[in-house]
Each structure stands twice: as C-alpha cells, then as structure tokens.
C-alpha cells in the first residue's frame, strides 16, 4: 500500500466545535474529520492508502458484506500524555489480530506494517482530537474491512474496502455492571468465529444483550456453546476473577473466545501484584459457588472500550442471584485498572514496550 495521499477536507470542525465535543465525548458518537481508506481487487491487490474527508461512501446493493456479513474489525485508543504528546498502545497486536480475523474470514490481509503506519498517520492528522487525559478520556480507532464485491453468489468475495475511523470517548461503562447468564443464547461454537472481530458476532448477541438489560444486567456472560457448563467472555470484553488465594483467572482460549490485548497485558502485569496469572476452564458452578464461599473475591471484565470494569454480581433464571463479596469494586481490580491506565497514559514506565509515541 505505502504512500498515503491526503485529501484535506474543506470543512474541519471548528476549534470551538472540537472542544465542546472532547468536553464530553460520548462513546462513538462524534467522528474526526477524516477517513483512512483502501481498496483491494483479486487482480490488483491493495491500492494506495488514502486519507479522504469523513463522510458516506458509495456501495453497490449487492455488495457482498450487505448480504453475508464478510466484515471484521478492531479497537484500539490514543492517549494523549500530561505533556501533551500522543500515543497508541500495542497496535501491532490489533494488526495481527485483524490479519487472523481476515483469514478466518476468508478476507485478504492488511500487511502489518501497513495497517499500523496507516493508523499512526491518521491519529498525527487528527492529533487535536485525542483529549487531555483527565477523566481518562482518549480518541478511540476503529480500523474495519468490508467485503465490496456487487455479487450475490456465497463465496469469498473479490473486493474489499478497508477502513479506519477514530471516535474521541470517555468511558464506555460508567458504572461496575452485573452479568446476565441467559438461558436461550450463545455466542460462539467451536469451529466458528468466536475468536474472530467480525460483524456478525455482535449482530448476534444484540438479543441477549436486551434480555440482560430486561433483567437489569450490564452485559452477558457468555457460557461455552457446546455444553453451556464454562465460562467464556462478556460481549465486548473479556472476564477474569481474582481468587481468596492470589491467583487471577481468566478462561482459557479455547477456540471460542476473543484473545484481547487488555487480557494479555493483565495477565502480563499480574506478577508485579502479587497476582498468579492463571488461565483455564471455568464453570459455571465454580463460579457461582466461589462466588457464595468466598473464593472469588474479586471479579472483573476488560476491553479497550470498557478498560477494567468491575462486575459486582452474577444473575441467572430462576431469580438467581450472586453478589461478588460486599458489592463493591475489589482493592486488586482497582489496582490492576491503575496499573494499566497509567502505562497507557505514560504515568508509569513501560518496561514492555507496549506504548508508541505519534506526535
Ligand atoms: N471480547 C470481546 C467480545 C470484545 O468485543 C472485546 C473488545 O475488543 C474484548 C473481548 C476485549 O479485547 P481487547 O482487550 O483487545 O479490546
Ligand atoms: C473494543 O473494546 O474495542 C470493542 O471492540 C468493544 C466494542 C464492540 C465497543
């Protein structure tokens, strides 16, 4: 793809405009002014990145993401430092996440490097958009790929669009959440897409998702699909649990869950807390009964959105209802979050090299 061309827009958003904005920039609702684009053909490969004003596009009526779904994406966010520079946290994890998202898709790869440079060109453009730290605000990135082949037939497309958006936000959730177990719905089967970013996962779940909010619950549990007895992941993050003996858990990959960056890099930091990171098979009736006995003393849920969200409480069908310790976020949950906002910020040294100065 290398060389990216810039078409500036004519009409950026005002200065005044901006700032009201990052004054309280809900969750993916106001966009910056400009779009990272590529085009892919069988013949030809991958054009040119481009940067293009932000807008609609054009796409014919039969493109084939507007029929079977063939669309993957990724999250990740740029943080704007006390001293006013920018940076973004493990992107080449996002990229190569993306690339086996594609495969699995049947979709072509973006070359790494690309997708990167391509995402750190757009933040330099938009830099005025990442806002200041305070409220640990940042300017959330949304690279996605659609399939844009016009044609009806069931097969891997020709065409392909990859895009890249950015969305300045706040928190995603602003209050610990309780998770809803449902009895009618999973998520994903082995042999499917659940460890992929693809459209359809969440178009699936949008269901479940009601039904916790019938019940009062922030998001879903999600148990396995097969024997519905484990434990697997919340809707837009991953789940773990600190246990009365100093270990944390989290379920294992099995096949079936998203591999998050959060994930990896709090199992990562976990030692330094005097945490044991431990990933395995978690059932249900573990869960509960550590639960009630004690031996889950914290629980929590990580995304890029949601950062590290405490879950205060289980509920199932049949009036089940498990409250995690006294109700409140866990000392360790609220350690791990710092410890992680404030690599991502710069407040803390980054002796991994997670975190990528912008501009
Ligand atoms: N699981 C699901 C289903 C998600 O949508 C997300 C969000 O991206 C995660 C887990 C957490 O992944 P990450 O930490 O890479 O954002
Ligand atoms: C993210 O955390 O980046 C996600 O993709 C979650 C989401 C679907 C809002």
Same mark, same amino acid.
């Given at each position: 793809? &290398? ?9 950026? !958003? ?11 920039? /809900? ?15 069988? =013949? ?10 932000? %807008? !609609? ?50 979709? *072509? ?21 990442? *806002? =200041? ?13 659609? #399939? ?10 020709? %065409? ?6 950015? &969305? ?19 998520? #994903?089967?082995?042999?499917?897409? %659940? #460890? ?27 148990? =396995? ?9 919340? $809707? ?8 009365? =003996? ?13 591999? $998050?960056?959060?994930?990896? &890099? ?7 807390? $005097? ?8 059932? /249900? ?5 550590? /639960?009630?006995?004690?031996? /889950?003393?914290?629980?929590? #849920? ?14 199932? *069908? ?8 006294? $109700? ?24 991994? %090299? ?6």
């Amino acid at each position: 793809m &290398s060389d990216i061309v810039l078409h500036r827009t004519p009409t950026p !958003t005002s200065a005044e405009r901006r700032a009201e904005i990052l004054a309280n920039p /809900v969750f993916g609702h106001y966009f910056v002014d400009h779009q990272l684009l590529a085009d892919y053909s069988a =013949d030809g490969g991958w054009g040119p990145m481009r940067i293009e004003p932000m %807008g !609609t596009w054009q796409m014919h009526p039969a493109a084939a993401v507007l029929h079977y779904g063939q669309e993957i994406f990724e999250g990740l966010k740029a943080y704007r430092r006390a001293d006013g520079s920018v940076w973004l946290f493990r992107p080449e994890a996002n990229a190569a996440r993306f690339a086996r998202s594609a495969a699995r898709l049947g979709m *072509p790869a973006v070359p790494e490097t690309d997708f990167v440079e391509g995402i750190r060109r757009l933040v330099e453009l938009e830099h005025e958009w990442v *806002p =200041d730290p305070a409220g640990e605000q940042s300017l959330y990135i949304r690279p996605f790929m659609v #399939a844009s082949e016009p044609y009806l037939g069931v097969r891997p497309a020709s %065409g392909y669009t990859f895009c890249v958006i950015a &969305s300045p936000v706040g928190a995603y959730y602003d209050e610990p959440v309780t998770l809803w177990l449902t009895p009618n719905y999973t998520r #994903a089967a082995p042999g499917g897409t %659940g #460890a992929a970013k693809c459209g359809g996962n969440y178009a699936a779940s949008l269901d479940a998702a009601t039904e916790a909010e019938q019940e009062g619950c922030g998001q879903v549990l999600w148990t =396995d699909g097969a024997e519905r007895k484990y434990i697997e992941e919340c $809707g837009t993050m991953n789940f773990m649990f600190v246990s009365r =003996d100093g270990e944390l858990v989290t379920p294992a990959l099995t096949g079936t869950i998203l591999a $998050g960056i959060t994930r990896d &890099s709090l199992l990562t930091l976990a030692e330094r807390h $005097g945490l044991t990171p431990v990933e395995r098979r978690v059932t /249900v009736e573990e869960l509960f009964d550590g /639960v009630e006995s004690g031996y /889950v003393a914290e629980a929590f #849920a990580c995304g890029t959105a949601a950062v590290v969200t405490p879950i205060v409480g289980f509920k199932a *069908p049949g009036g089940v209802h498990h409250v995690v310790a006294d $109700g409140k976020p866990g000392a360790k949950t609220k350690e791990m979050r710092a410890a992680l906002v404030d690599i991502q910020y710069g407040r803390a040294e980054d002796p991994f %090299g997670w975190t990528q100065r912008v501009c």
